[in-house]
């Protein structure tokens, strides 16, 4: 195992100096936890900014929803071009409502059942988008402690050795090599906490931006299912 300086060239304690003192194994996890902590922070400003363009597009399309525009209109323009949130669930049980009429409905049952259904799967595959990468979070802030333990242990395990080897437990020749090891913890905790403040906020975001969605799918069914009746009556 390789064993790490007892005092650092040239009295160099820096931070970046405790750094390149270091074993091979106590680095490969210093930079293995920097790379999980500029990553965790990329995900977490994407998902700030996603979500708050989902709340803004789901505030807009309530408002013209709920404008009075007539749903085929409504339908026609959300259809010709990509869409998120509200507005893909509404697309996907509009698509089912139009074709299930022209096709002619025997059952006005396992219309609202096919409704209903496309409703879950595009909401679903919008949850899907909204809670991608929460799990990287949540795997950095349970594992990024331990693997910051792991290298320090693996670095006062070096140094102890090294002290061995030398004789002298002098606190100038020890502390080095402790220090270089308790970095690794110290990266961890710095990758970890930052994880999971943010999966805790950004899911709960998430549930509310899933709960709305919800809502809008439940009332949406409720006016097709009205409208579905209508039609059925007017037909006998």
């Given at each position: 195992m390789e064993q790490i300086a007892l005092a650092a060239p040239s009295g160099d304690h820096s931070i970046w100096g405790l750094f390149w003192q270091a074993g091979w194994i106590v680095k490969l996890v210093m930079i293995g936890l920097l790379v999980a902590s500029v990553?965790?922070?990329?995900?977490?400003?994407?998902?700030?900014?996603?979500?708050?363009?989902?709340?803004?597009?789901?505030?807009?399309?309530?408002?013209?929803?709920?404008?009075?525009?007539?749903?085929?209109?409504l339908y026609r323009t959300l259809s010709e071009r990509k869409t998120?949130?509200?507005?893909?669930?509404?697309?996907?049980?509009?698509?089912?409502?139009?074709?299930?009429?022209?096709?002619?409905?025997?059952?006005?049952?396992?219309?609202?059942?096919?409704?209903?259904?496309?409703?879950?799967l595009a909401l679903t595959r919008e949850m899907e988008t909204l809670e991608g990468r929460l799990g990287f979070l949540a795997s950095v802030g349970s594992a990024a402690p331990f693997i910051g333990l792991f290298g320090t242990v693996i670095g006062i395990m070096t140094s102890f050795q090294a002290i061995a080897g030398s004789q002298s437990t002098n606190?100038?020749?020890?502390?080095?090599?402790?220090?270089?090891?308790?970095?690794?913890?110290?990266?961890?905790?710095?990758?970890?906490?930052?994880?999971?403040?943010?999966?805790?906020?950004?899911?709960?975001?998430?549930?509310?931006?899933?709960?709305?969605?919800?809502?809008?799918?439940?009332?949406?069914?409720?006016?097709?299912?009205?409208?579905?009746?209508?039609?059925?009556?007017?037909?006998?």
């Open positions: 990553w965790t922070w990329a995900i977490i400003i994407d998902k700030l900014v996603a979500y708050a363009r989902i709340r803004v597009a789901l505030n807009r399309f309530e408002q013209t929803f709920w404008s009075g525009q007539s749903l085929e209109e998120s949130g509200m507005g893909s669930i509404f697309v996907a049980a509009m698509r089912e409502w139009k074709k299930s009429f022209e096709k002619g409905v025997k059952s006005p049952l396992s219309l609202q059942t096919r409704i209903d259904k496309a409703m879950d606190l100038a020749v020890v502390a080095p090599g402790i220090a270089e090891a308790l970095l690794a913890t110290a990266l961890g905790l710095l990758a970890a906490i930052p994880a999971v403040l943010a999966y805790n906020k950004l899911s709960s975001d998430a549930s509310k931006i899933a709960l709305r969605m919800e809502g809008f799918a439940d009332e949406f069914s409720a006016i097709l299912s009205r409208q579905i009746d209508e039609k059925v009556a007017k037909a006998a």
